[in-house]
């Protein structure tokens, strides 16, 4: 039991558990899964599925996190690659036609691809800060997907696309399968090479790695890259849902919940360790989170604030320091005070 | 000087940290107008008595008396009240603002509750003047030189209160002119039977400056003498000390008379500098061959290795390896070329300390492997285990956190993350630094066994003592400049390094 306790993903699980438990007073069949038209449907598919985006988004914030980096720009990666991907889309005759999404969705990664460069090489190369190097993507990229949509929202007439983000495979919904990919994908990459270690042997003392003789500089501005990858399908993805691009709201704040996403999952801010099953989980919280709320008829304009009380409920309670104060509390004052003069007539 | 009171007393100070023992019955005495030198090598305990006297660490024994009272301070801000003020060596002032605001950041001048800025630059402007400094109170403190700065923080210092001056280390950035700059402010200081204590490496501005000079080494009092009687190659040795005791179970004979094979050549560096890090220097070293590396705490040891290992660009001369000329761009290629370096800053250069025993010990190997082409877990156990179990690493667990192990347990860890590279140099800077003696002995016996092996080793020690007993050859270093090699025969001993150091001139 108390391996259980211990483990690092215990109170991520826990907090998601009682999440999704509490849905059952609201929501009686909250836990009903059904297959309709072979199909899988449920509250539980629509939290996985309407996740995706954020998962593959966290995702690549994870590893940009364990460099001791972090990417403010992935919002509006998004909104650019979907805002390109659509573009495409409707000026083509067939809207729906397979090859037009194959190379909708193929100019969208490009161009995110190409923004993730542009992160790296301003982290890497020139040695900006990261949250300054992104920052200034974040406010650029708006402004670039808006320059492609020309300012209006593009809406695409095309099931094929819609499919990205509504439709079903095998009777799972495709986003979901198109995430647990890239998610293994990633896993594969990072533990069964050495990417991972040297991924977090530089965020743990870039110091010390580059004395190692690890290319630090290569491996930062590949994780970088990588976001922009992940960031790239996000906004393909998101865009398919609601059939449309939206220059200024696709993928708006999500760097915040990514960032949440990750830090939940146990990953530190400061760099070093990471764990793609502890930000996995913290996407699937903060999802559950936003679908209880809205399940749960809480007015509109209190979400925001009752999310961030949840949140920082959730994060206290996994904070080893806070639980140990909790357990301290009731036992002696802490902290003995400066030693008074007092003391030093008392040793003299 | 002698006939007036002391300002200050520190009698049996003790001071524990979990594991280490930092001072161990350290007397301490300053009189009013006196300048007073703490000497002592890196971990002697010289900060630490600072931080305890001006209460950054409380006291576990001792005591301290100010003016024949006792006192203990329960922070620096308690401490300056009471007239003792502190002037690190990394400035804490803020350059983007005035140098008056520095001198009254926290108590400005008002006037109807508002700053009386022309107030505060009269009286700056007066502060200055007295000093001696001659300063533009208006300007801003980052258009002035690391020197003024620092005179700027004494200024503060003196004005807020002024019985005791803490300098600690003030000149370490500062060039010769600057340093006699701010040594006609201390001199002024003095006059005015302010009691100023001194902390300091640099032999020279000891002689220069101080009338008494107090000595630790490791956490103990060595004594305290008045600077006109210590020659300076006394003072060497009373900072580094002989410990010809420690170390029994060591060979003592000299390994320069186990015959080395004249191997070949394997490093030479031919006027190889780094201007304001090491002065141009030639070194050439054999496979088979221990060069060791003597001198004081920045004189340029560490700097000499980063140019061999490529940690630093080297702004002149060349190296060769195997008699081809390469240039180091960078630890890669250095490695690329066979050579390893432990670094001597085990927690900042050396260990990811949330990484485990057996990811620290492949990291070399795997970074210079690239990451697409992993060492298998299999070999990485089995490479792992057998270092491990050779260097007596203990908990022998290689999956617990690095950060776990204690110091000379981490430094077997940094070993044996090299030694799996398979270098021809090994550069070992200060490899048995803070560590227990037991692990010191098995690193030096190793470094003998390496050599033996055919592995070239660059040996840097400040302990003279494990220099002379396992080098072949001993490189001089004093003020960032070889001054000497000797082949280490017969007659070189602790004496004579000590004067090559002290005095920059071969015995």
């Not at chain 2, 009471?82 to 990394?90: F, I, L, R």
């Not at chain 2, 956190?401 to 550069?427: C, D, F, H, M």
Request: glycine share 10%; aromatic share 6%; hydrophobic share 45%.
């Amino acid at each position: 039991m108390s391996a259980v306790l211990k483990h690092r993903l215990f109170w991520p699980v826990a907090a998601l558990l009682v999440l999704l438990l509490s849905n059952l007073i609201f929501t009686p069949g909250f836990f009903n899964i059904e297959v309709r038209q072979s199909h899988l449907y449920g509250s539980l598919v629509d939290i996985l599925r309407l996740s995706a985006p954020l998962l593959l988004v966290a995702l690549g914030m994870t590893l940009v996190i364990a460099t001791g980096g972090i990417d403010l720009s992935v919002g509006s990666v998004m909104a650019v690659s979907g805002a390109l991907a659509c573009l495409y889309i409707v000026h083509q005759p067939d809207q729906g036609a397979p090859g037009t999404i194959i190379v909708a969705c193929l100019l969208g990664i490009a161009i995110a691809l190409v923004l993730g460069l542009w992160n790296g090489f301003l982290v890497s190369v020139i040695g900006l800060q990261p949250i300054i190097a992104t920052l200034i993507l974040m406010v650029a990229g708006r402004g670039l997907a808006q320059l492609i949509t020309e300012g209006q929202i593009i809406t695409v007439n095309s099931p094929g696309y819609r499919f990205l983000s509504a439709g079903y495979w095998l009777t799972f919904p495709f986003a979901v399968i198109l995430a647990a990919v890239v998610v293994a994908l990633t896993v594969v990459l990072t533990r069964r090479t050495a990417l991972g270690m040297l991924v977090e042997s530089v965020g743990g003392n870039p110091r010390a790695s580059r004395l190692a003789g690890v290319s630090s500089r290569t491996l930062i501005w590949g994780v970088y890259v990588f976001t922009g990858l992940c960031a790239g399908i996000a906004g393909l993805m998101a865009t398919a849902n609601v059939s449309s691009a939206d220059g200024n709201n696709t993928g708006y704040l999500i760097e915040l919940n990514a960032i949440l996403a990750v830090v939940i999952g146990g990953t530190s801010l400061a760099g070093g360790r990471f764990s793609i099953a502890g930000t996995v989980v913290g996407a699937l919280l903060i999802q559950t989170l936003d679908t209880t709320i809205y399940t749960t008829g809480i007015p509109a304009q209190t979400t925001q604030l009752f999310k961030a009380i949840v949140v920082i409920a959730i994060c206290l309670i996994q904070s080893p320091a806070f639980r140990a104060k909790l357990r301290r509390r009731p036992a002696a004052p802490v902290a003995p005070a400066p030693a008074a003069p007092s003391k030093a007539e008392v040793s003299l | 000087m002698e006939q007036s009171r002391p300002i200050l007393v520190m009698r049996g100070v003790g001071k524990r940290f979990p594991g280490v023992v930092a001072l161990r019955d350290v007397d301490f005495r300053l009189f009013p107008g006196e300048v007073h030198a703490l000497m002592g090598e890196n971990g002697a305990g010289k900060s630490t008595l600072i931080k305890v006297l001006t209460g950054v660490y409380s006291i576990d024994d001792g005591s301290v008396e100010m003016a024949g009272e006792p006192v203990l301070f329960g922070g620096p801000a308690q401490a300056q009240q009471a007239g003792v003020s502190t002037v690190y060596q990394e400035i804490n002032l803020c350059t983007n603002l005035s140098v008056a605001e520095n001198i009254y950041i926290g108590r400005e001048p008002r006037r109807l509750g508002l700053i009386d800025f022309r107030r505060m630059r009269a009286d700056a402007g007066d502060l200055l003047r007295s000093l001696g400094i001659r300063v533009d109170p208006g300007s801003p403190l980052a258009a002035h030189s690391i020197a003024v700065q620092q005179m700027v923080a004494i200024a503060r210092a003196v004005d807020i209160s002024a019985q005791v001056l803490i300098l600690d280390e003030p000149t370490s950035s500062l060039d010769a002119g600057e340093v006699e700059q701010l040594f006609r402010v201390v001199r002024q200081l003095k006059e005015k039977g302010l009691a100023i204590v001194f902390v300091t490496h640099f032999l020279d501005q000891v002689y220069a400056i101080a009338d008494r000079i107090t000595v630790l080494r490791n956490g103990s009092l060595v004594g305290e003498f008045r600077t006109a009687d210590l020659p300076q190659r006394d003072l060497v040795e009373k900072m580094i000390g002989q410990e010809l005791s420690t170390l029994e179970s060591l060979d003592q004979q000299k390994p320069a008379l186990r015959e080395v094979e004249a191997g070949r050549p394997l490093i030479e560096a031919d006027d190889l500098g780094r201007s304001g890090a090491i002065a141009p220097f030639n070194l050439t070293i054999h496979e088979g061959e221990v060069v060791g590396l003597a001198g004081l705490l920045g004189s340029g040891r560490s700097e000499l290795a980063r140019l061999l290992f490529g940690a630093d660009r080297s702004d002149s001369g060349h190296l060769k390896v195997d008699g081809k000329n390469v240039s180091l761009r960078g630890p890669r290629t250095a490695m690329g070329q066979n050579i390893a370096y432990l670094s001597e800053n085990r927690r900042a250069d050396g260990l990811v300390e949330e990484l485990s025993v057996r990811e620290n010990i492949i990291l070399a190997l795997q970074a210079s492997r690239g990451w697409t082409r992993p060492v298998p877990r299999k070999k990485q156990d089995e490479l792992v285990g057998r270092y491990v179990k050779a260097l007596h690493i203990r908990p022998s667990d290689p999956e617990i956190p690095v950060r776990n192990l204690s110091g000379g347990n981490q430094q077997k860890v940094l070993l044996a993350r090299w030694l799996i590279t398979e270098p021809r140099l090994l550069i070992l800077d200060e490899p048995t630094r803070g560590i227990d003696i037991g692990a010191k002995a098995e690193i030096q016996k190793l470094v003998v066994e390496l050599a033996d092996g055919g592995m070239a080793v660059l040996f840097i020690s400040a302990e003279l003592e494990e220099v002379l007993r396992l080098s072949h050859k001993i490189a001089v270093l004093r003020d960032r400049v070889v001054v000497a090699q000797l082949a280490n025969t017969e007659d070189v001993d602790a004496d004579r390094i000590m004067t090559t150091i002290a005095t920059g001139v071969t015995a």
